[in-house]
């Protein structure tokens, strides 16, 4: 499920009750889940860029231009099966159209770097 993804790449404990999230751990884990559970939201009804500058917990991929496909791929359950396998939350910049970067998010270096 996204909440097990989101706890797992943050390494906050994150649970939901109705439409409240609760989050325990360092208050590291918390700001990274907070900033995780943000964007997810935000990217539901629009286009989202994050600023990863002087964060620890993203590995940023250019997409070259003219792989407007990679859009349809990060839905796939491929992608989704990589997240699962290394403890990442991964995030397309701007919106389903168009995408500059795939931001892939985690607590743990190896999990980003896998």
Same mark, same amino acid.
Do not use: H
């Given at each position: 499920?996204?909440?097990?993804?989101?706890?797992?790449?943050?390494?906050?404990?994150?649970?939901?009750?109705?439409?409240?999230? &609760?989050?325990?751990?360092?208050?590291?884990?918390?700001?990274?889940?907070?900033?995780?559970?943000?964007?997810?939201?935000?990217?539901?009804?629009?286009?989202?860029?994050?600023?990863?500058?002087?964060?620890?917990?993203?590995?940023?991929?250019?997409?070259?231009?003219?792989?407007?496909?990679? *859009?349809?791929? &990060?839905?796939?359950?491929?992608?989704?099966?990589?997240?699962?396998?290394?403890?990442?939350?991964?995030?397309?910049?701007?919106? *389903?159209?168009?995408?500059?970067?795939?931001?892939? &998010?985690?607590?743990?270096?190896?999990?980003?770097?896998?």
């Amino acid at each position: 499920s996204t909440r097990k993804k989101l706890a797992r790449a943050s390494g906050c404990i994150l649970e939901y009750v109705g439409n409240t999230a &609760f989050m325990a751990g360092t208050s590291g884990a918390r700001r990274r889940a907070r900033d995780y559970l943000g964007w997810l939201m935000k990217q539901r009804t629009g286009t989202v860029y994050v600023d990863i500058e002087g964060r620890t917990d993203v590995c940023a991929v250019d997409i070259p231009d003219g792989l407007d496909a990679v *859009a349809s791929v &990060f839905k796939s359950m491929t992608l989704r099966s990589l997240e699962q396998e290394t403890g990442t939350f991964c995030f397309l910049e701007g919106n *389903a159209s168009k995408s500059d970067r795939l931001l892939i &998010f985690s607590q743990d270096r190896n999990g980003r770097e896998k």
